[in-house]
């Protein structure tokens, strides 16, 4: 057995399923892998104790040895918040051209969630019904001021 079928195996038994950080996840609960600058080691370790302590996350050992995996409600943390958090702290993130593509990708998508969520939602329904009462209002070519028994009589 590998490794990564061990950590699978593991996952599934504690409920918590390990998909890709990138791979689309609907709902407000989100698996996010943080990378560590591989030239300060300690850090995992030290980043592991230091988010394990926080309510409402999820901390296990990462797919690769510079990583951690968490877990979270996106009504509770971001990704951005979570590594701001830890910059302000003195760690180092991966730096890679790859990390900065996709930490960017991650903060946008959970800035566009959550300003999603705070919107009220719209009655898509009724939104039709306006416009016709407003078409009905409005002055246009269609309209025929001919009295109707007159219409009738051609």
Known sequence: MDVEHA???R???????????????PGTGKHREIRFSKLRPGQVEQAFVLLAGLDGLTVAPGSIANAISVWYEITDYTMQGLE????????????TLYSKL???LVYFVEETQLRNMRQPERLIKKSHEVYSKAWDHH????????????????
């Not at 701001?84 to 730096?95: C, T, V």
């Not at 002055?139 to 051609?154: A, M, N, S």
Request: hydrophobic residues 25%; negative net charge.
């Open 139 to 154: 002055p246009h070519g269609d309209h025929d001021d001919t009295p109707v028994d007159l219409r009738e009589q051609k």
């Open 102 to 104: 996709v930490r960017a």
């Open 11 to 25: 996952d599934k038994e504690r409920g918590q399923h390990r998909p890709h950080t990138m791979a689309p996840q």
């Open 7 to 9: 950590r699978h195996l």
């Open 84 to 95: 701001a958090a830890l910059i302000d702290q003195g760690f180092h993130l991966e730096n």
